[in-house]
C-alpha cells in the first residue's frame, strides 16, 4: 500500500502540474473577486489585517534577524515535511532544525514530490488556527483571526526567503514543475483559507467550483 501510494503522487506529478497552469489565471481571478469582497467588508477582517501587519513589522524590526526566529521557521519546514511523509505512510525516524545552518527531516519509506513541496505551499500553522476557528466560541474568534493573520504572514515571509535557486527541495523537484505548480499551489491554499472561515458568507466548495467553471470557460474562449 505504502509503495503504491507514492508511486500513484509521483504518476501524478506532472498531470498536477499542467493542470495548475490551466488553473492560475481563474484562481487568480477567483482570488481577485474574494478579496474585493473581504474588502467591501473589511470591519469582518479587521483583526486578520491587524496580525498579518503586525507580524511583517515584527519580521522587519527583529524576526529576519533573529536566530530563534530563523530556527522556529526551520523547525515548521521541516514539521511540514513529516506531516506529509506521515500522509504518504512512510515513518519519520529523525527532524532536526537550527538557527542559521537549516534543517532535515528523516523518514523511511518512498519519496515523492509532495513531500519535498509541501513547507512551499502549505500554511501548516494557518491550517491548524483555521480548524480551531471552526470549533472554538465567536467570543474568541477576533483573537484567533489575529493569530491567523500572524500565521499568513509568516507563511508567505518564510515562503519567499526559502525559494531561490539554490534550495534542494525545488531542485530536486526541478524548477519546470516548481513553476508550473507553486503558483497556483499557493494561490488556492490562500482562496481556500480566506472562503473557509466562519460567519463570513463565504463558501470554500462554492470558491472552487466557481475556479473549475471559470477553467472551463476560460479555455474553452481560446480553444
Known amino acids: 500500500m505504502q509503495l503504491l501510494l507514492n508511486r500513484l503522487i509521483n504518476f501524478m506529478k506532472w498531470p498536477i502540474g499542467f493542470l495548475s497552469v490551466i488553473l492560475l489565471m481563474p484562481a487568480c481571478s477567483h482570488l481577485w473577486q474574494v478579496m474585493g469582497y473581504i474588502y467591501d467588508h473589511s470591519s469582518n477582517y479587521s483583526m486578520l489585517f491587524y496580525g498579518f501587519f503586525a507580524y511583517i513589522i515584527l519580521w522587519l524590526l527583529w524576526i529576519k534577524h533573529s536566530m530563534m526566529g530563523q530556527w522556529f521557521s526551520t523547525l515548521e519546514h521541516e514539521v511540514t515535511h513529516s506531516i506529509f511523509a506521515i500522509l504518504s505512510l512512510n515513518r519519520v525516524v529523525g527532524l532536526h532544525a537550527t ?47 489575529f493569530i491567523l493573520g500572524l500565521s499568513l504572514a509568516y507563511h508567505f515571509l518564510a515562503t519567499w526567503k526559502s525559494i531561490h535557486y539554490l534550495q534542494s527541495d525545488l531542485v530536486k523537484s526541478g524548477w519546470l514543475f516548481v513553476c508550473m505548480f507553486l503558483p497556483t499551489a499557493n494561490v488556492l491554499m490562500l482562496l481556500i483559507i480566506l472562503t473557509a472561515l466562519p460567519h463570513d458568507g463565504l463558501s470554500t466548495e462554492r470558491s472552487l467550483l466557481y475556479v473549475w467553471q471559470d477553467t472551463i470557460v476560460f479555455w474553452g474562449y481560446y480553444f
Open 99 to 145: 538557527g542559521y545552518a537549516g534543517g532535515v527531516m528523516q523518514y523511511q519509506g518512498y519519496s515523492n514530490w509532495i513531500i519535498t513541496l509541501s513547507p512551499y505551499f502549505v500554511p501548516t500553522l494557518s491550517l491548524f488556527i483555521l480548524l480551531f476557528l471552526s470549533l472554538v466560541k465567536a467570543s474568541y474568534l477576533s483573537t484567533l483571526l
